[in-house]
């Protein structure tokens, strides 16, 4: 490992210390929410998929734009690679924590009960793919094939560090990788979120997540490498004009958010569709309208124009603190697609949904940081790295 590169010694005792406390807190909290659910199933299952959901995003957006920084050959990436790789790395445990989504099935999707399909012509048509087998058969192949993208890019970047030449690799592969990235979100989005509503159906609906999953990802990453770039090697190289590239990309990310997001409800709006309305009809109305409203105002509106600002792509403070609404209405997004087939009626909260994603979320970080340490904080190997501080310290 090349010294300078290395995580310093005060920095690895506070990554230490954190994992530590995160991963501490998180196993409490899901003790608590395990013994719940006992006697609230459904809460319970419905607030683990909800945080899942959540916290997936991440690690498979981090995995897209390790891919997408290889295909691009970009410099914004290279500072942030590291941060991303081990973010992916996180995937063989959250393929651990969709057990609960598996055994806990038939108290979040309709189609699991025999006795609803029978007696549902659309259930009866869709359950030759929608049933319990073949759903975890997709689950175990979505995760075959992350987990097979994750370990290759992730083994051809520790050889890469070796001085052996992977940049022709790297583009190949991730160039079918995202590919078989966007499908295998489209197809699990469907699976996991879109079935809990039994007529739904959208076309835009697997794009909207993978726009999600890279908006929380670039989130994530900018927040780790401004904090990162306190210490010791990242301070050595951080420019300002590090934080405005990927400000920059994040402005990009919003944007691509809110068009999915408005094309698929014109998409619904225009065709008042028996099959699609249904899903949007109680999320415009009552106590879910006022949700609906926040989250278009907290992830495009406010996020847009305080990003349009270039001192505050320049300013760590300033734009952590917009990723930060940017994750918050992140959550709530996906909160408000998740919980509301269990509490259509109006806005439901309950203690399960916030100790449930808090507690995944700290054992995710207690993992990535775990991830984090392992490696240097910036790849040795990598082409354009010195060009990409070079560059940066000019601007």
């Given amino acids: 490992m090349t010294p300078h590169f290395a995580v310093s010694p005060e920095l690895d005792r506070r990554l230490i210390r954190s994992m530590r406390g995160a991963g501490g807190i998180g196993v409490l909290l899901l003790i608590a929410a395990i013994i719940g659910a006992f006697f609230s199933p459904t809460e319970f299952f419905s607030a683990w998929l909800l945080g899942y959901l959540f916290w997936l ?50 108290y979040l999707y309709p189609w699991a009960h025999p006795s609803l399909v029978v007696h549902d012509d659309v259930l009866h048509h869709r359950s030759g793919y929608m049933n319990p087998l073949w759903f975890c058969i997709r689950a175990a192949v979505y995760f075959a094939i992350w987990t097979t993208l994750m370990a290759v890019l992730n ?31 489209t ?14 159906y959208s076309t835009m609906w697997g794009f909207l997540f993978v726009a999600g999953q890279g908006l929380t990802a670039m989130g994530m990453s900018i927040i780790v490498f401004a904090l990162l770039a306190r210490f010791r090697p990242i301070s050595d190289i951080y420019r300002t004009s590090h934080l405005h590239d990927l400000g920059k990309l994040l402005l990009m990310f919003v944007m691509l958010w809110a068009y999915f997001a408005f094309s698929q409800l014109l998409i619904v709006w225009s065709g008042n569709l028996t099959g699609e309305i249904p899903w949007f009809v109680p999320r415009w109305t009552g106590s879910w309208a006022i949700v609906g409203i926040a989250i278009a105002v907290f992830e495009f509106i406010v996020p847009f124009l305080l990003l349009l600002s270039r001192p505050l792509k320049r300013s760590p403070r300033a734009l952590c603190i917009v990723v930060g609404i940017l994750l918050v209405a992140r959550f709530v997004d996906d909160y408000w697609i998740v919980i509301p087939a269990f509490c259509s009626g109006g806005v439901g909260v309950n203690w399960m949904i916030v100790v449930v994603p808090i507690g995944l979320g700290c054992v995710w970080v207690a993992a990535f940081l775990w991830q984090l340490r392992r490696w240097p904080l910036l790849p040795l190997g990598a082409p354009n790295l010195e060009s990409a501080i070079a560059v940066a310290a000019t601007k």
């Fill in 187 to 200: 197809f699990s989005s469907v699976d996991w979120a879109a079935s809990l509503f039994t007529h739904w």
């Fill in 155 to 185: 083994r051809w970047s520790r050889q890469e560090d070796r001085g052996v030449p992977m940049q022709l690799r790297f583009e190949r592969l991730s160039a079918s990788g995202l590919i078989l990235y966007i499908f295998t979100v």
């Fill in 57 to 106: 995003g991440i690690a498979l957006g981090a995995l897209a734009l390790v891919m997408t920084q290889y295909l691009t050959s970009g410099d914004w990436g290279v500072v942030t690679r590291r941060i991303n790789e081990a973010a992916s790395r996180t995937l063989p445990l959250l393929a651990v924590l969709f057990l609960p989504i598996a055994f806990g099935m038939r």
